[in-house]
């Protein structure tokens, strides 16, 4: 077996009933989106489908813990990497994708592949996708407040009171801003169809809940 299906197979095992949005179905989202995004940006595609694999390995100690998931995720694609063998060029290199991929860090990355990574993930949160792992990220959110005390530092926005109203702090306060942030034409080319789906549904969510109906 080649290292990138060693590596799903170690992945999914990790992220095995992750309660999060974090799960296996997103990474493998973001690594068919980088390969899409490489196909006219360029990279070495064998860094990115890895780091793309690996990025969010880390989310699982982050529920525990607090703490920095990408910091984690790129410990653990470290030691995974060099137990299997992986040269010390790749394993640095795709550990560095993972440490600059996260949008609330606000990371510089320095290399093509980085910035794929950076924003396929990104992509990840926008559009229709991008709604339902909000939504089902808050309630993981809240449920893990409840439950271990864990609170997220970066995602304060998910224990309001009101859901309603940490849903729309998280949409000024993520998705809209994301494609100005965004690395790539070929990512911002994505992303300006997904954020119209997310304003459209924004718009009806308003209506729907303005009491004037």
Known sequence: MDLIETTRQFVAKVLEGEPSTH???????????????????????????????????????????????????????????????????????????????RFSRGMQAETIEARILQDADRIDALGAVGIFRSLVSMGALRTLKQTIGTVKETSMNAYTDDPFDGFYDYMERKPFKIQERLNTETAKEIAERRIAIMRMYLEELKEETSGDI
């Not at 296996?24 to 006219?40: D, F, G």
């Not at 694999?53 to 995974?80: C, K, M, P, T, W």
Request: hydrophobic letters at 40%; charged letters at 25%.
């Open 23 to 101: 799960d296996m179905s997103h990474i493998e989202r973001v690594e068919n989106t980088c390969m899409k995004i490489h196909e006219k940006e360029g990279g070495n595609l064998r860094v990115l489908r890895l780091a793309a694999l690996l990025h969010d390995v880390g989310i699982v100690r982050e529920h525990a813990e607090g703490g920095n998931h990408a910091q984690y995720s790129a410990e653990l694609a470290r030691d995974f990497l060099n137990e299997n063998g992986a040269e010390t060029e790749l394993v640095d290199h795709v550990a560095s994708c993972i440490l600059t991929h």
